[in-house]
């Protein structure tokens, strides 16, 4: 125990020395911000948005964070601990913005939980809930789900009249799309080997949909992503039937974007052409579905009403994820997207409160009236959903709107701030969903702040390589990023100089070629494992300041490191010691790189922060909460250090029970020192 306090006097004492350096060399210079995550020159504002941003990939004594939302029962993420299940629509926006940066173990959490979607998907013979008998379908081959958990997949849209719903085309669309684009970035050839066949059953399935005579796709009621928003074709009988979803169509052609990079990677050249061939018949349907303005409508009926014409007699609103989701997956070229995008800046009750609303104004064609739940301003018409959110930042970064981007980020702080990280959101984005939780959080709602990082190079991965596209906002002349991105089993840190075009790279202090004004692409068997990029712009030189070239500071701790300060809870220091003798036997043993170890960092540093929430707060360096929200608060940064622990503990009981020699040998170092 003294060796692990004295670690801890030691990181502090480090800490003070560069803190102390840091702000000597930077008194002359107020435009320069220091972090642990971001550092640069400038708009500081904005760097300290980044910043923040990124904190929540872990655990932090100030905000919520990514790790609370795990669960062990599965050893993956959930949605809410108001939401115990794992649902495509929540967390695409998030988990799409948030992949380049997942490292272990929060990767493991994600596949877990994805796991619940392909583990589960419909062959046709498969009952999805046995145990839930409203929600029991037997679904066709290839289909994905609107959520899932352990023994059950729900087929259809779970909420509103299930008896009408079509079975989740676009969520199936989504989930394609999210698989497909972590395994281009981890490029594990036995993973791909694994989900590739899946991915084609579902890219199939949704293929049957599409109408050969002009190449729309047909869906009935819910099957959007935003579902049951839209209710199909209603027929003159009364009846609803399918019509054509633009957001269907969308989805699918991202989709089958980054599958058929997968093929390639793969060597299923066939295969690939044949998607292909299939994105370009899709693509072919997209102007039928195009306004005069350049944007799109919501849907298309077989009678030739078009839904999502803004400001037309019937059916008049604007529709955004179809129009948003084309920018930010480039499905649309620059054009086009400035075109949308002049479309969404010139509705100003799209934005009431900083975030992109689904529709503006009312839905009119939804299959029942927009009263209680469905009312204009809530839940699927009108309501705020941070997982769309998410993609509209990117589409704001794309197109350069950095002030946009800045007050979403800057709206969703005032819900952070008050641990109301609550989804969907109410009052067209003002209100929380759940105000009678002490506290909130949900996974989607970490969606912007994924995608203010992933916006800064968009990350455009392929077969042969990664194509960075820096979207800087000008007011920041020099930016570093100094966590890692992950290309495969590289690491990328990246920076840029400047301002403008590009006009100069650097890798690990050697002149790169392969750039335009736009991008830099990075081949993956040129690129090193660990990789210096310097990006130069306007004709800066590809320099960083002096001061920055140190690599990433220790955590500054603000508290005392002496035992007694771990009255507060002495169950956490001893988890907190337990794991850093695991790792610490891990490494001995040569797994110190692998996920376990990982699982066990992030065990020790849960509980650490639990303490050390506690001491600011003593301190009065963070801000309380209300008491019955900070005694929620505080609960739950315990809970989240004993989930993660439980975790562990659930799965090195099963390791000692395997075939695998790996998962035994890791087993036999959890012995009795480690385990409660």
């Known amino acids: 125990m003294g060796s692990f306090l004295a ?15 840091c702000l000597n060399a930077t008194a002359a210079d107020s435009s320069w911000f220091e972090g642990k995550h971001y550092r640069g020159r400038g708009d500081v504002q904005y760097l300290q948005l980044l910043e923040t941003a990124r904190r929540v990939f872990e655990p932090d004594p100030e905000f919520q964070s990514l790790p609370m939302l795990y669960d062990p029962d599965w050893n993956g993420f ?7 299940a794992w649902w495509i629509q929540n967390s695409y926006g998030t988990t799409y913005c948030a992949l380049p940066f997942y490292q272990e173990p929060l990767l493991t959490f994600l596949q877990n939980a994805q796991d619940l979607w392909f583990d589960q998907m419909g062959d046709g013979h498969r009952e999805g809930c046995p145990s839930k008998p409203r929600n029991n379908y037997v679904a066709p081959d290839g289909l994905l789900c609107d959520a899932a958990l352990p023994g059950c997949i ?12 079509d079975w989740a085309l676009e969520f199936t669309a989504a989930g394609v799309l999210l698989q497909s684009e972590l395994l281009l970035i981890s490029r594990d050839h036995a993973a791909i080997a694994h989900y590739l066949p ?14 050969p005579k002009n190449n729309l796709f047909l869906a009935g009621p819910a099957a959007n992503l935003l579902g049951p928003s839209y209710a199909g074709w209603a027929r003159p009988d009364g009846t609803y039937g399918k019509a054509y979803l633009t957001g269907l169509s969308i989805t699918y052609i991202a989709a089958l974007d980054r599958l058929i990079e997968l093929e390639k990677l793969a060597g299923a050249t066939h295969a690939a052409a044949v998607y292909a061939e299939r994105r370009k018949l899709a693509r072919k349907g997209l102007p039928l579905l195009t306004t005069d303005q350049g944007y799109f409508i919501k849907s298309l009926d077989p009678d030739g009403t078009r839904h999502g014409v803004f400001g037309a007699p019937i059916h008049g609103y604007f529709e955004a994820p179809p129009n948003h989701d084309a920018i930010a997956l480039r499905v649309v070229d620059d054009a086009q997207a400035k075109k949308i995008y002049a479309m969404i800046a010139s509705i100003p009750g799209l934005r009431t409160y900083g975030f992109i609303l689904p529709n503006y104004p009312s839905l009119d064609d939804m299959y029942t009236k927009p009263v209680g739940m469905w009312r204009f301003g809530e839940w699927v018409n009108g309501g705020e959903w941070s997982t769309c959110e998410a993609r509209m930042i990117l589409a704001y970064y794309r197109l350069g709107k950095f002030d946009d981007a800045r007050r979403s980020m800057e709206k969703m702080l005032i819900f952070a701030r008050r641990f109301r ?17 002490p506290i909130n959080i949900t996974y989607d709602a970490f969606g912007p702040s994924a995608a203010m990082l992933r916006g800064l190079f968009e990350y455009l991965y392929r077969a042969d390589g990664l194509t960075l596209i820096p979207h800087i906002p000008p007011g920041i002349s020099e930016l570093q990023q100094l966590d890692p991105v992950r290309f495969g089993t590289k690491r990328l840190f990246l920076a840029t100089v400047g301002h403008g075009p590009v006009t100069s790279v650097r890798m690990n202090g050697k002149a790169w070629r392969k750039f335009n004004k736009d991008s830099i692409f990075l081949p993956y068997a040129e690129t090193p494992d660990e990789a210096h990029i310097v990006i130069a712009r306007g004709g800066s030189s590809a ?3 002096a001061l920055a070239k140190a690599k990433n500071l220790p955590e500054m701790l603000e508290y005392d490191q002496t035992e007694m300060a771990w009255q507060y809870d002495k169950e956490l220091h001893d988890l907190a010691a337990r794991m850093d003798g695991f790792q610490l036997r891990l490494k001995a043993a040569g797994f110190g790189d692998s996920y376990e170890a990982a699982h066990a960092r992030l065990i020790e540093k849960a509980a650490l922060v639990a303490r050390e929430r506690h001491g600011l707060l003593a301190a009065g360096k963070i801000p309380r909460l209300p008491e019955v929200s900070e005694a929620a608060a505080d609960k739950s940064y315990v809970d989240a250090a004993t989930d993660l622990y439980d975790g562990l503990a659930k799965l ?4 000692a029970q395997s075939s695998d020699e790996r998962q035994r040998r890791i087993a036999g170092l959890w012995n009795e020192k480690t385990a409660k």
């Open 543 to 545: 320099r960083l300041t």
């Open 154 to 165: 729900i087929y259809k849209q779970g909420d509103g009249r299930r008896e009408i719903h």
């Open 7 to 21: 670690i801890g006097k030691l990181r502090f004492l480090v800490c003070a020395i560069l803190l102390t350096a």
């Open 652 to 655: 090195m009981k099963s390791y």
């Open 198 to 211: 899946l991915l084609e059953r579902a890219a199939n399935l949704l293929d049957t949909r599409r109408d």
């Open 78 to 84: 959930l949605e809410g601990p108001t939401w115990k």
């Open 421 to 437: 990280m609550d989804n969907p959101l109410a009052d067209f984005g003002n209100e929380v969903y759940q105000p009678n939780q």
